[in-house]
């Protein structure tokens, strides 16, 4: 329960200490320093689930899923505080902010951890939407940080519209609470989600299936779904590029686990019902026009930032598909793929902060020839370009070549439109890709002081997911399978 | 027995014709106190309507026999739309015909007649009034139906007369959708009156009017069942207002006593609300022509909310 | 449950319900910042008394509370907030031409039916009094999100969107009789940030675009620019 605490509350703590703390050196140090206890916090966390299972009390509720994302979570943001301290002083030396700005980023970034954080691993669904609530607005003035006309636009599209979609989740939220209070007698335990999934089977179907639309609508807004990702590359490509990187790496995942941890319920209740699988089409449904339309839009970016946004959306509508598509197999791969498409994801983000960097614009036309002004950073964008398009023998690949199979197995229809889609989005990034590597190297332009330890780390940890699953993460997974889909697969 | 019903239905009817011109009178008494006048005398559109009777009636060369009929049918025809509607006692032979769809089917007639007349001596006034009157007319008939069918559908019967009774039978039950529907309801007598914000019955200004214009033609007796037509409007749509939502008061029996009671319970409702008439004339201003539509589609906005909350409400699956 | 099985108490409670859903109407057709401000206080207003009386009438007191926060909050604190900030922005006397009023309206009662509908399970369920509310909630919601998308000043929109957390409320309350307090907290702590936010807001949006007309953020479409 410690570690859990640690985990918890060392970002709001190291927050809160950050809103004091005025020289900037100090800051960037600090924040890495929070980041790490949190990591550790987190990974002791995870011995102790291993040990002793589910982890419960104070409602807070540590299993083995969320278990593992909250050390993704912890780890992400371990990495991209190492990797922001640097940048966000090459941000403030160029004038983008001040360090006014530079003060609201440390707090920020802490708060926003924090708030994830407590969005995993509350049991509390109550808490668990004040908690994505709070995310939101923990981010949305650092999306505003530089200030542009583009970016105070992004930043009140962000607001808005999560805003709007977080608003139908909490009427789904009092759905749900309402369905509880026909079965679950003590009123505090009405949005516990360890008692009403004990209970799953006695909810109302008719109710949980409207309260899944509104929650599904409202979290899927986060999630980044189909049409609702509006505001989803806009506050990508204008906010700080560390910001990119939590967002895309951890934000969008949380939100996901918070419409599975719905599903779970919903499936549990409608089981009975005349049509069990509702929740699990209508997640599909989304998911795969998600990650067909964005594969598309790829195709037509101009900023790079932008670009791999789109790429975001995608990969979390291929998520939101296999965990529709339910049964163990699919869902095996979707919480791999949760893993490796968050590492991959940042660090993408981390490489393109350095070409930014470099080439002093987010323009694809304008971003030529890094393989030759900085090699490490040319490699790095080309080797996680080909880990996030599903290159062997990359981490992606193997949760690709999973959802395949069980595809194959149960919709084998859907996998003719997956592969097209994978192909649609692979030509989309390496279009743009190659110029940006290989071009010619624009005069003048110089190598920066790029720190490639966090990319490194990412990308070797998710070739080593590609090559073997270390037993231990295959048996959390296995677990948290099993527990999603009720049914072991190793 | 029946003789004393036909008496007192009888004794209905001529009120209506008799306490119209009061009803005009005392409001605007009421208004001239609020402004600081003396006003003339509560009988003045009496004095109006007698002198009118006694002049010449001159018509143009232009004019039709439509013309000459269009006073007669429409002061007909809102009579008997008003005498439908229970004025002092609710068991009576006409309650058969206090249907909401004929009353609004006689003032249908009565303003399909009134615009005609306005067009038929083709001068540019006349043909202003009569578009204008149906405009207006367009948007507030459907808000009225509305709002009336609200109230409809609490009662189940669309008789004025069981609306009442159902009120009597079930009161204290406070009802969004009378609410409503009483607010929609009021704006359309607003404007199917005449009466500020929507048209002002006391001027003619060219530019606003909308009543006055379709009957600037007339004169002597054609302009004085014109006016009293429009006199009758005006109590029908009050007495709509206090019997059928404030309907305590009004006689359920037959007798002399009741009817009486009913008599005097009916005047003091209307002259409550011939002052609370005033007061709002004193207070608003003549909105513009072109505001009036949206004024109307208040009024059908308050009528369809009535309309909701009484099946979301109040009625419960 | 129709209405005449209701105490006073209850029918009254159910009077005001349907002033709420009168007031979304008055704000989404209100042109005037400032009228609109009052419109957004009194419905916040009339949802605490809502809460209160169904905290009477349903002898659920820790509903008391949740009132008082509603009436903190929604009638007072964030109306004088929005009402400073409109003063300070100098907006006092903006009033924006809605387009297609009717047709809005229109589309405000089609709404309202559409609750009516998507709610219907709810309403089948005899559990409390105050379950044919619920549907007058969700479209204050819907009717909020319907703001939000029509009008493109940005305090508007921001009351499109505090209207919408009226109808959350609201819902709260006549669903389930409240959420536990620690999530009423949580909830009414967001919103209050959430308004500081929007207030920090308005000033970036006019030191970038010099005016609160968001349909002049343009910038981020998706759109290709042919160099």
Redesign the interface.
């Known amino acids: 329960m410690t570690a859990l605490f640690v985990t918890v509350f060392t970002p709001l703590l190291g927050g809160l200490v950050l809103i004091g703390v005025q020289r900037l050196s100090w800051a960037g140090w600090i924040n890495i320093l929070v980041c790490s206890a949190t990591f550790i916090g987190a990974s002791t966390l995870a011995i102790a689930v291993a040990r002793h299972g589910v982890l419960e009390g104070f ?1 807070f509720r540590v299993d083995a899923f969320n278990v593992y994302l909250l050390v993704l979570t912890a780890f992400v943001g371990m990495t991209t505080s190492i990797f922001s301290r640097p940048y966000m002083r090459y941000v403030c030396d160029t004038g983008k902010t001040n360090e006014r700005g530079m003060r609201l980023y440390h707090v920020m970034f802490q708060l926003f951890l924090f708030t994830m954080l407590l969005a995993l691993s509350t049991d ?1 669904l ?2 668990l ?2 908690a994505i ?2 995310a939101t ?1 923990a981010t ?2 650092l999306v ?1 940080l530089y ?4 970016a ?6 962000y ?2 519209l999560c ?2 979609g977080i ?2 989740a ?2 789904g ?3 749900l ?2 369905a509880a ?2 079965v679950v007698t003590e ?2 335990a ?2 516990s989600w360890s008692t009403l999934h004990g209970v799953s089977t006695q909810l ?1 179907p ?2 949980m299936s ?1 309260a899944f639309v509104f929650l599904l609508i409202g979290y899927g807004t986060k999630v980044g779904l189909m049409p609702m990702h509006q505001w989803l ?2 506050a990508h ?2 906010g700080p590029t560390p910001m990119s990187a939590v967002l895309s790496g951890l934000l969008l995942n949380v939100a996901l686990y918070a419409v599975v941890r719905i599903k779970m319920l919903v499936d549990g209740s409608l089981a009975a019902s005349s049509s069990p699988h509702v929740a699990g089409y209508l997640l599909m449904g989304f998911g795969l026009v998600s990650f067909l339309v964005a594969g598309l ?1 790829l195709h ?1 970016q ?1 900023d790079i930032k932008r670009m791999f946004s789109y790429s975001s959306i995608e990969h979390m509508g291929l998520m939101t598909f296999a965990f529709g598509l339910g049964g163990p197999l699919a869902t095996f791969s979707a919480l791999l793929h949760m893993l490796v498409h968050s590492l991959t994801k940042s660090a993408i983000f981390v490489t393109v902060g350095h070409a930014t960097h470099i080439s002093g614009t987010q323009a694809i ?1 304008h971003i030529r020839g890094l393989i030759r002004t900085q090699p490490a950073v040319g490699w790095g964008l080309l080797i996680g370009v080909a880990a996030i398009a599903g290159f062997p023998p990359f981490g992606v690949f193997t949760s690709e070549f999973l959802l395949l199979t069980a595809t194959m197995q149960t919709q084998p229809w859907f996998t003719v439109v997956l592969l097209l889609g994978l192909a649609v989005a692979f030509a989309g990034l390496f279009r743009h890709l190659h110029p940006m590597v290989y071009g010619p190297m624009p005069q003048g332009q110089q190598p920066v002081k790029a720190n490639m330890l966090p990319v490194m780390v990412h990308l070797g940890l998710v070739l080593w997911l590609g090559i073997a699953i270390p037993g231990f993460l295959a048996r959390w997974l296995d677990r948290a399978t099993e527990l999603i889909s009720g049914v072991h697969l190793l | 027995m029946n003789a004393s019903l036909w008496a007192l239905t009888l004794l209905q009817v001529l009120l209506y014709a008799a306490l119209a011109p009061l009803l005009v009178g005392w409001v605007r008494k009421i208004k001239a106190l609020l402004q600081n006048r003396k006003g003339a005398s509560v009988w003045q559109p009496y004095r109006d309507l007698y002198k009118l009777f006694g002049k010449e009636a001159r018509m143009a060369h232009t004019a039709s026999i439509l013309f000459r009929a269009a006073p007669y049918i429409v002061f007909v025809a809102t009579w008997l739309a008003a005498s439908a509607i229970p004025l002092i006692a609710i068991p009576m032979p006409t309650s058969a015909i206090a249907d909401v769809i004929v009353i609004a089917g006689l003032l249908a007639l009565a303003r399909f007649f009134l615009a005609l007349a306005g067009m038929d001596v083709g001068t540019a006034f006349g043909g202003m009034g009569a578009s204008r009157e149906m405009f207006v007319s367009a948007l507030a008939e459907p808000a009225m139906l509305m709002a009336v069918f609200t109230l409809a559908m609490t009662a189940h019967s669309t008789n004025l007369a069981s609306v009442v009774e159902y009120q009597l039978v079930n009161d204290n039950i406070l009802r969004p959708s009378y609410m409503f529907a009483l607010a929609g309801l009021m704006l359309v007598a607003i404007a199917e009156t005449g009466r500020i914000p929507a048209d002002n019955p006391a001027t003619h200004l060219e530019l606003t009017m909308i009543h006055e214009a379709m009957i600037l033609e007339y004169s002597g007796r054609h302009l004085a069942l014109m006016e009293w037509a429009a006199q009758l409007k005006l109590l029908l749509y009050g007495v709509l207002l206090a019997n059928v939502f404030f309907p305590w008061g009004i006689g359920q029996g037959t007798g002399f006593a009741a009817a009486s009671i009913g008599l005097v319970v009916i005047v003091t409702k209307l002259a409550l609300l011939g002052v609370a008439l005033a007061v709002s004339e004193t207070v608003l201003a003549k909105m513009r022509v072109f505001r009036v539509p949206a004024f109307l589609n208040l009024a059908l906005l308050l009528a369809l909310l009535g309309l909701l909350s009484h099946v979301i409400l109040e009625v419960g699956a | 449950m129709s209405l005449d099985h209701l105490t006073l108490l209850q029918q009254f409670m159910v009077v005001l319900a349907a002033v709420v859903l009168f007031t979304s109407f008055v704000l989404l057709q209100q042109s005037r910042l400032v009228a609109a401000v009052h419109a957004f206080a009194w419905q916040g207003a009339l949802v605490a008394m809502v809460t209160a009386i169904v905290a009477v009438a349903g002898d659920q007191l820790h509903l008391f509370f949740s009132a008082a926060l509603t009436l903190g909050l929604k009638a007072l604190l964030i109306p004088w907030m929005l009402h400073r900030l409109v003063r300070r922005l100098e907006l006092d006397r903006h009033s924006e031409t809605l387009r297609h009023p009717a047709l809005v309206t229109m589309a405000a009662l089609a709404l309202v039916i559409f609750s009516y509908w998507a709610v219907a399970p709810i309403v089948q369920q005899e559990l409390i009094f105050t379950r044919n509310i619920v549907a007058v909630s969700l479209a204050v919601v819907l009717i909020g999100l319907l703001m939000m998308v029509i009008r493109t000043q940005a305090v508007a929109q921001v009351l499109g969107f505090m209207s919408m957390e009226n109808g959350l409320f609201l819902a709260a309350v006549s669903a389930t009789g409240g959420m536990p307090l620690v999530v009423e907290l949580g909830v009414a702590f967001d919103v209050l940030v959430a308004m500081v936010l929007f207030g920090v807001f308005f000033f970036q949006i006019r030191e970038s675009i010099d005016s609160l007309d968001v349909d002049r953020m343009n910038r981020l479409t998706e759109r290709v620019d042919e160099p």
């Open positions: 409602s509390n109550g808490i939407w004040v609530e709070g607005l949305v003035l505003s200030r542009t006309p583009e105070i636009e992004a930043a009140w599209k607001f808005i805003g709007v608003a139908l909490l009427f939220t009092v759905l609470y309402f209070q026909h009123p505090s009405g949005l109302q008719a109710i409207l590359p806009d490509s204008e839009f037509r101009r036309d």
